[in-house]
């Protein structure tokens, strides 16, 4: 009891005392909000306990500067106090909306009142959310009627600085176990929702501050000269497409089909006699397909959105983090998405049956142009639907459709699938092909979910010619990257069927699908080499848009000029006659180490030279935001505020004032949903 009373007495009448009050409630509302109002999916024992944790170190070091102040003390801890709320009150309120949480590039660019930013938080906001602040507002009464008394005495600057050095030591503890957990978590940005669940709120937007001040740093350094010296490299190095070729999709829907995770060797690829991706196989080789099996990945550590940021941009990803993430929300683009539907009136959309915020795709794709952007949110998750990072693929698909048959005609449209994601995992009964015996876990799984993925594409085909839709559509399939990583390289040298798998077989294996399948197109197996950078070009040329006069650093892969040359983000290259891995270099087609000569040496080095000034200069364009500088006539700035991808508005968009060019317009005003046949198991009746 009496132990009881001096406790209480030290709460009440101590600086110390006080500050512990003032952090274990902002310790337990943080906690109780990251439950309630915030969805970060912390799973299994170590995720959950930093989640439980990680509001304790930052609070304890912010909350700590108040102790260096003598008598204004416990005002200052309640200044702070104050202000750590109101971040969380800010993020309660903008992740309802956006699923995801405020940044400081997304404050800056919202600053005007007339956006939808402020508009839609207004109407969003509870009564409930006010109750962030009720300890603070329990605490001044507390300190009104005297329960808790100020104590003047000022503290020794010894434990001033004790209480922040634990702070600090505490921050690193939890760093380190997060890494752990999740390695390449602050140097590949996936999500921000990831920095919350592992760090913290205030870690969060720290970590955010930093960032942006890094970005904004770059980008007052870059000037409009430098974007001249760009645009004198794209024209001395401009490659006129191919003239068959031009036009001939022109104003047909165009679908890219995203397939997650997916290496060329899958095509063809038998595995117990059994084809693992027939459907697939099967558009490879229609005489309507232009199919390229010399088409490589280029991915860094933004793996997906490294290879968006390809295909829309047709600029490279960067050397670490993810462009989409790091740029994405501040930066300017000139996107495809915003090509076609200034130039051809196409609308855009995008669907994914995963986070909206992964990738930061759901400020990205504002900035890309995208009038559409349906994630997770716009589809029924039921038990059993989600695997990994996503929705499985056939119900992916399944849902989608009553989205795809409201768009207006033409569209471009990107289907981002995700099953065939490491590390492979399927429930037994989607199984329908055996594992592979490599005895390598991670790899053995990855027949298995790519065969289900070619399955669901097989569903979205057939739903396709049902409804007619597969004559008014350029299908755009591509692979984004490796599935199987160059540190399984026994279990690779074992699926390909070879003895050993070399430095050279690993740039080797980095090929990756790309397809362009459409009624009537001339097509044929392409031996050009040719990379993600490219398929923007190629895409312009056969749709018949515009492409002159644009920062894209990618050629025509039907051109008979196309340079062949393949970066690799690392500097590496392949070319049809040469490769380069670190510093070694080598004849692709034999695979045998070149000791080049004088003169192969000045032609192996002025490739390299290509490349990285190739890297580079596309590198500038992004950490320089260089295209704020460029006014094409032909091209309006995008504004990423006119884009609103909130679910009520975008399907009231869709739904309540049904376009004439639909393809439920045309299907006389009636779903083609029951046109898509699917054997999902989880949607039996
Ligand atoms: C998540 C998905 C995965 O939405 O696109 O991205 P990845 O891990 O492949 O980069
Ligand atoms: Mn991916």
Not at 173 to 201: E, P
Request: hydrophobic content about 40%; glycine content about 8%.
């Amino acid at each position: 009891m009496e132990r009881t009373k001096s406790f209480f007495k030290w709460l009440t009448q101590t600086k110390l005392g006080f500050f512990t009050i003032v952090l274990v409630l902002f310790w337990l509302k943080t906690y109780f909000i990251y439950l309630t109002k915030f969805n970060l999916g912390a799973v299994g024992p170590m995720q959950q306990f930093l989640l439980l944790i990680n509001p304790i170190p930052s609070g304890m070091l912010l909350l700590g500067i108040g102790l260096f102040k003598g008598r204004k003390s416990y005002w200052i801890i309640l200044a702070i106090d104050f202000l750590l709320t109101l971040w969380l009150f800010a993020n309660i309120l903008y992740y309802r909306e956006f699923s995801n949480f405020l940044s400081f590039s997304i404050i800056k660019t919202s600053g005007s009142t007339s956006d939808n930013l402020g508009k839609s938080i207004a109407g969003i906001t509870l009564a409930s959310d006010f109750l962030v602040f009720i300890d603070i507002a329990a605490i001044i009464v507390l300190l009104i009627t005297k329960v808790i008394k100020i104590d003047v005495r000022p503290l020794k600057l010894k434990v001033n600085l004790l209480v922040e050095l634990l702070a600090l030591s505490l921050m690193g503890l939890n760093l380190l176990m997060a890494q752990k957990d999740r390695s390449g978590l602050l140097t590949r940005t996936f999500d921000n929702n990831y920095i919350v669940k592992y760090l913290g709120i205030n870690e969060y937007a720290i970590y955010d501050g930093y960032k942006t001040a890094q970005t904004n740093v770059q980008m007052a350094k870059a000037n409009v000269s430098d974007l001249r010296s760009v645009r004198e490299y794209l024209k001395s190095n401009y490659v006129k497409p191919n003239p068959a070729y031009n036009g001939v999709a022109k104003g047909k829907n165009v679908l890219v089909i995203h397939l997650e995770s997916f290496q060329q060797f899958l095509i063809g690829y038998k595995w117990k006699g059994k084809e693992v991706t027939p459907n697939l196989n099967k558009i490879y080789h229609q005489k309507d397909t232009i199919s390229f099996d010399n088409f490589f990945n280029q991915v860094g550590q933004g793996k997906t959105s490294d290879a968006e940021m390809m295909l829309e941009n047709s600029l490279f990803g960067l050397q670490s983090g993810s462009a989409m993430s790091t740029y994405g929300t501040s930066n300017t683009f000139e996107s495809a998405p915003a090509i076609l539907h200034q130039q051809a009136g196409y609308t855009t959309a995008v669907m994914h049956g995963g986070a909206g915020s992964f990738w930061n795709r759901d400020n990205a794709y504002k900035s890309f142009g995208y009038q559409y952007f349906m994630p997770l949110s716009f589809y029924k998750n039921k038990p059993g639907y989600y695997i990994g990072y996503g929705l499985k693929d056939k119900i992916f698909f399944d849902q989608s459709i009553k989205y795809i048959e409201r768009l207006p005609q033409p569209f471009y449209l990107k289907m981002i699938t995700v099953t065939n994601h490491y590390p492979y995992n399927l429930d037994k009964k989607n199984q329908s092909i055996d594992k592979t015996n490599t005895g390598d876990e991670t790899v053995d799984g990855y027949v298995q979910t790519a065969h289900y993925l070619d399955q669901a594409i097989g569903e979205l085909m057939r739903w396709m010619k049902k409804t007619g839709l597969d004559k008014k559509t350029l299908l755009v399939f591509y692979g984004d990257h490796y599935g199987i990583s160059g540190n399984h390289r026994k279990a690779s040298a074992e699926l390909l069927k070879k003895d050993s798998f070399s430095d050279l077989d690993n740039l080797q294996f980095q090929r990756v699908p790309l397809m362009f399948h459409m009624k009537g197109l001339k097509g044929g197996i392409n031996h050009t080499y040719g990379s993600e950078i490219d398929v923007l070009q190629t895409l312009l040329n056969l749709l018949g848009i515009k492409d002159k006069d644009t920062i894209q650093f990618g050629y025509d892969l039907l051109s008979k000029d196309a340079p062949q040359i393949v970066a690799q983000r690392n500097g590496d290259f392949i070319t049809p006659e040469y490769s380069k891995v670190g510093s070694d270099y080598y004849y692709t087609k034999t695979g045998e180490r070149i000791k080049p000569d004088k003169k192969l040496k000045a032609k192996l080095t002025a490739i390299s030279n290509e490349v990285t000034t190739q890297l580079s200069l596309s590198d500038r364009v992004i950490d320089g935001n260089l295209l704020r500088f460029y006014r094409p006539k032909w091209f309006t700035k995008v504004k990423p505020k006119d884009y609103d991808y909130n679910k009520a508005a975008s399907l009231k968009k869709l739904f309540d004032d049904p376009s004439k060019t639909s393809l439920w317009y045309q299907n006389h005003k009636k779903s083609t949903q029951k046109d898509f046949k699917t054997d999902a198991p989880e949607l039996k009746k």
